[in-house]
């Protein structure tokens, strides 16, 4: 149990940075958006170039946004993002699908191959997968990070996050260079599973484990997101 929570708060962080990112502070009243180039086409992100594709996810999740910026000053980044929320208004599910390239003026390349070195299969497609944690809010996260922009585009439609929340992300590296990426986050409310685990660890009883929790949360995931070919 005591492992348990010790990962949870060790993995409880924002999303991706680009791994030659710096870290400075930038104010959400200085990021320059662009022209999202990809759109939404009911519970679905339909891309026409990097990659030509079509994300889908379940048809009940309610599209909040997109938005497309650069990311820490390094890369091309654009983000759309998906809810699936109680009658409270409070986020149950998320999905944030994610297109990234490094701008023209770097040479920086992903290497998800070392940080990232494990794999699945969805539909034809290699994806570096990785659970993890991540808090509704983090006082560590940059206002030009992809973290705060998927929680801005969360907030701004009205709806509310949970304190903490489990996260798969999936990331395609889909062309020679590895400069471009496709990111795919998968989110789900863990405040209920949280709150168990801490009135077992109270009582001192058993509760579930980091292993245990990991494997069905990527089923899941993997359940959910579907990648298309464009029609």
Excluded: C
Aim: charged share 20%; hydrophobic share 45%; net charge negative.
């Amino acid at each position: 149990m005591k492992n348990m929570l010790v990962a949870a708060v060790a993995l409880a962080a924002g999303l991706s940075a680009p791994a030659n990112a710096q870290d400075q502070s930038a104010d959400a009243e200085e990021i320059v958006t662009m022209e999202p180039m990809r759109s939404a086409e009911g519970a679905s992100v339909v891309s026409l170039a990097d990659p030509e594709i079509r994300v889908r996810v379940p048809e009940n999740a309610t599209y909040v946004g997109a938005v497309r910026w650069p990311l820490y000053g390094v890369a091309d980044a654009e983000i759309h993002a998906f809810v699936e929320a109680d009658e409270h208004g409070l986020v149950q599910r998320a999905y944030l699908v994610q297109f990234e390239q490094y701008l023209p003026d770097n040479d920086y390349a992903y290497n998800y191959a070392e940080s990232n070195p494990e794999t699945v299969e969805l539909n034809g497609h290699t994806l570096h997968v990785r659970p993890g944690f991540m808090r509704a809010v983090n006082p560590n996260s940059r206002a030009d990070s992809d973290g705060a922009q998927f929680r801005r585009l969360v907030t701004d439609a009205g709806y509310r996050l949970p304190t903490y929340m489990a996260t798969v992300r999936f990331v395609e590296l889909f062309e020679p260079t590895l400069r471009k990426e496709l990111l795919i986050l998968y989110v789900e409310n863990m405040d209920p599973v949280l709150t168990q685990m801490g009135g077992a660890m109270m009582e001192g009883r058993e509760g579930v484990t980091f292993a245990e929790l990991m494997p069905p949360l990527i089923g899941r995931a993997m359940e959910a997101v579907s990648l298309e070919p464009i029609d």
